[in-house]
Every structure is written in structure tokens, then in C-alpha cells.
């Protein structure tokens, strides 16, 4: 099990850049890693994910583009480069690590381990 600590949000413009850090307690080489965001009112949705050798990553649709998804597993940190921000951006974005297959990876219940989240607002 791995603890996770978000850090890099803030209160942005549209069409500005934000870089997200996840540090890790342990090992991050053992799991895939991801990011997702909740906005105040929905549901808890799938952002990006990257493979735990950093072989294969996935986007979300609505960030596809514009968000980079990189891991560094000798740091036991993950980072999540966003450009191009919109103001439907805005959410608390979560890291999170766990293991998962192709199928389920964009889903939540894939990963065991969470931090506690970081708030990115995005005004037009």
C-alpha cells in the first residue's frame, strides 16, 4: 500500500497551464497510476492513467490533447501537465494507484490506494 499527496492546484484562467505532482510513500513501480476529478454535484471521473512502466497511457476523452500524463518511478512521483484550461476543468483532481486491466482501468474501483486531492478552479 502506498500513501499519495497531491500538490500543484490553484485558481487559473481559462486557456492557462497547471502541473499536478503526486509524491508517493512507497514503491510506485508496483502500480499502474492514474488521476481522476470529481466536480462539486457529479460523479467521480476517470482523467488519465499510465502504465506502471510507463509503457501504455490513457485519456479521457475531454482531456485528450490538451493533458500529459508521466510518471517517475525512481521519484515515486506522478504528474499530470494541464494546458488549455477550460472552465468545465475545474474539480478537485485525485491521484491514485492500483492495478488494473485494459478493461477496467478508467474505472475507479481499479485502484485501492487515493490521496487526499487538490482543487483546480478554472474562471472564463
Known amino acids: 500500500q502506498v500513501q499519495l499527496v497531491e500538490s500543484g492546484g490553484g485558481a487559473v484562467q481559462a486557456g492557462d497551464s497547471l502541473r499536478l505532482s503526486c509524491a508517493a510513500s512507497g514503491r510506485t513501480s508496483n502500480y499502474d497510476m492514474s488521476w481522476f476529478r470529481q466536480a462539486p454535484g457529479k460523479e467521480r471521473e476517470f482523467v488519465a492513467a499510465i502504465r506502471r512502466n510507463g509503457g501504455t497511457i490513457y485519456y479521457a476523452d475531454s482531456v485528450k490533447g490538451r493533458f500529459a500524463i508521466s510518471r517517475n518511478n525512481a521519484k515515486s512521483t506522478v504528474t499530470l501537465q494541464m494546458n488549455s484550461l477550460k472552465p468545465e476543468d475545474t474539480a478537485v483532481y485525485y491521484c491514485?494507484?492500483?492495478?488494473?486491466?485494459?478493461?477496467?482501468?478508467?474505472?475507479?474501483?481499479?485502484?485501492?490506494?487515493w490521496g487526499q486531492g487538490t482543487q483546480v478552479t478554472v474562471s472564463s
Open positions: 491514485a494507484a492500483g492495478t488494473a486491466i485494459t478493461s477496467t482501468i478508467r474505472r475507479s474501483e481499479s485502484y485501492a490506494n
